[in-house]
């Protein structure tokens, strides 16, 4: 069974930059491709990045598009969320999920078997 856990949310400035870790276990690492979603309270899951299991290709929502930068390292089983010049926003949770699907672009929450519980981020002056 897949487990994800996922750390580095918080309180960070309008400008500024946190990392997001998801650390993977339970199964081969570099077979799964990896994503990340958030979610504000009463809106819907929405997609942010993903990267792929086989050659490390990236996809990111429109939004965070040379904001943000997703990437995996294969040896420690953990994927990161790299986020720089953090606009204001609803507080929301950024979940970690993987998926076994052979597919080359993810976004869906649908396309996800697994999930992390989440880490929160809030973005306030």
């Not at 939004?63 to 995996?72: A, E, Q």
């Not at 597919?103 to 002056?125: I, K, M």
Request: glycine share 10%; proline share 3%; aromatic share 14%.
């Amino acid at each position: 069974q897949v487990q994800l856990v996922e750390s580095g949310g918080g309180l960070v400035q309008p400008g500024g930059s946190l990392r997001l870790s998801c650390a993977f276990s339970g199964r081969t690492f570099n077979r799964y491709s990896m994503g990340w979603f958030r979610q504000a309270p009463g809106i819907e899951r929405e997609f942010v990045a993903t990267v792929s299991w086989s050659d490390g290709v990236t996809y990111y929502t429109d939004s965070v598009k040379g904001r943000f930068t997703i990437s995996r390292d294969n040896a420690k089983n953990t994927v990161y969320l790299q986020m720089s010049s953090m606009k204001t926003k609803h507080p929301a949770i950024y979940y970690c999920a993987t998926t076994w699907a052979r597919r080359s672009v993810l976004t869906s929450p649908s396309d996800y078997e697994y999930w992390g519980q989440g880490t929160q981020v809030t973005v306030s002056s």
